[in-house]
């Protein structure tokens, strides 16, 4: 590398596992600050894009560079081979598994008017993902299942995440992640907060 740029393929970024997807951490690997730059790649079944609504103000685009995937978006489910485009205004339901083994979708995602802000979402994976008994695997593992509507199971594992958490890092995570939504009127989760 001279002058600042760099060249690299996807395939030499090191992975971080999030919210049951591989996530290929674009944004780090590079030092990228202008806008979620970002891809996630799979096998055959296996999750992609992880279930989720840009709550916050967020387009996404995503680019399938290699394979194909399979995309539900709202209720609706697209295929979507290499060389295809998916944009997603906020506030629209969407995930994607691979549908052939080694695909790879790139994603860039942004606010229109808005200075990026990553949220700080990919940074907790990488930081979290490797350690196992940190509260970050039970806070992600919490996330999914209660986006499967598993109040029982995603509460016990919120719970497991509260107490590892030893540094209150997690409180914001609690108060803020749409993933959560489901579970806010539940007094046990209502627990959790206090």
Not at 145 to 150: P, V
Request: glycine fraction near 10%; include cysteine.
């Amino acid at each position: 590398m001279s002058d600042g740029y760099e060249i690299l393929t996807l395939d030499e970024v090191e992975t971080a596992s999030h919210r049951g997807s591989t996530l290929i951490p674009v944004r780090h690997r590079l030092g990228f600050k202008a806008t979620g730059v970002n891809a996630w790649k799979a096998d055959a079944g296996g999750q992609l894009i992880p279930p989720h609504k840009e709550d916050s103000g967020n387009e996404e685009l995503y680019a399938v560079v290699r394979g194909r995937a399979r995309f539900t978006i709202g209720e609706e489910d697209a295929e979507a081979p290499a060389g295809t485009l998916v944009f997603l205004p906020p506030e629209v339901f969407r995930t994607a598994v691979a549908a052939e083994d080694d695909t790879i979708v790139f994603a860039v995602g942004g606010t229109v008017g808005k200075a990026f802000d990553s949220g700080g979402w990919d940074s907790f994976a990488l930081a979290h993902t490797e350690k196992p008994g940190h509260w970050g695997v039970h806070y992600n593992a919490g996330c999914l299942e209660s986006l499967a509507d598993n109040a029982d199971a995603a509460l016990e594992h919120l719970r497991r995440a509260k107490e590892l958490d030893t540094d209150g890092e997690s409180a914001q995570y609690f108060r803020e992640d749409s993933d959560l939504d489901p579970l806010r009127d539940d007094p046990r989760f209502q627990e959790l907060l206090a």
